[in-house]
């Protein structure tokens, strides 16, 4: 095509044809330019494609992330639920319910003792970050999201922190001093099981109500009370949020399909 090209060119300027030969030579020019222009868009129109299919695959990754916190929070909240009921029963002992059941109270007391801090899946969003490539998200809206979703976390992280300063205080360092932990572990992990594990020992009368005369420890479970219901409060600001993400992702995963 060149030699084709070169032989037109050679043969007007042999003719003398000089007008001619611009007038080619400018149209070569043109063809030249329009020709590079679409092989720039071709390569342009390839490369958003890479881009977009490296995005798509990151928004069903973050859809995952989203899901398990789903399940988690759900987890969280009726674990936070079941800490607060067994919270309540305990106070109840405090403002004078019969001691009648040692049991009872030793089971719903260590329900309050064990409690874990819950932990994000993110794992999508930190390779993001870390990666720098958050900026493929095209999407703005799912991008700042994404950014409430992690100081939401933060801020649970710090009513957490704060739980826990008060349950080593209130709790457990009370605890640790009156009661056979001994005896309370293999009770009520006799009791959870439903007698496949632990020991039905009997607990001691005097300790129970030795832990029922100490205010600090009272304290304690008014307090487990009030943050389990400012932690609930935050599971479900979270668990709200990442159901609006995972619906924000599928709609611009159906808009892309469209295209």
Not at 15 to 42: P, R
Not at 146 to 154: F, G, K
């Amino acid at each position: 095509m060149i030699k084709f090209f070169r032989k037109i060119r050679q043969r007007l300027l042999t003719e003398n044809k000089f007008s001619k030969y611009l007038l080619y030579a400018v149209g070569e020019i043109i063809l030249v330019v329009i020709g590079i222009l679409i092989a720039l868009q071709i390569n342009n129109a390839n490369e958003a494609r890479k881009i977009r299919n490296q995005e798509v695959k990151y928004l069903h990754n973050l859809q995952v992330d989203l899901n398990l916190n789903v399940d988690e929070l759900n987890n969280y909240l009726k674990s936070g639920n079941a800490s607060i009921e067994s919270a309540n029963k305990v106070l109840e002992y405090y403002e004078g319910k019969p001691l009648e059941d040692l049991n009872d109270l030793n089971l719903h007391a260590t329900n309050v003792y064990i409690w874990y801090k819950f932990t994000l899946h993110d794992n999508t969003y930190q390779e993001l970050v870390n990666s720098g490539n958050l900026g493929i998200i095209s999407n703005d809206s799912i991008k700042n999201e994404l950014l409430n979703l992690q100081a939401l976390y933060h801020k649970l992280k710090n009513e957490e922190d704060h739980y826990r300063y008060d349950m080593e205080l209130l709790i457990y360092e009370p605890v640790y001093a009156m009661l056979d932990m001994n005896d309370l572990v293999k009770n009520y992990t006799y009791q959870v099981s439903n007698g496949q594990a632990g020991e039905n020992v009997s607990l001691s009368r005097t300790n129970y109500e030795a832990m029922l005369k100490n205010l600090k420890h009272k304290n304690g479970f008014v307090m487990a009370v009030f943050e389990h219901t400012t932690m609930n409060s935050q599971f479900t600001e979270m668990k709200d949020l990442c159901h609006k993400l995972i619906d924000m992702i599928d709609r611009d995963l159906e808009s892309s399909d469209g295209k």
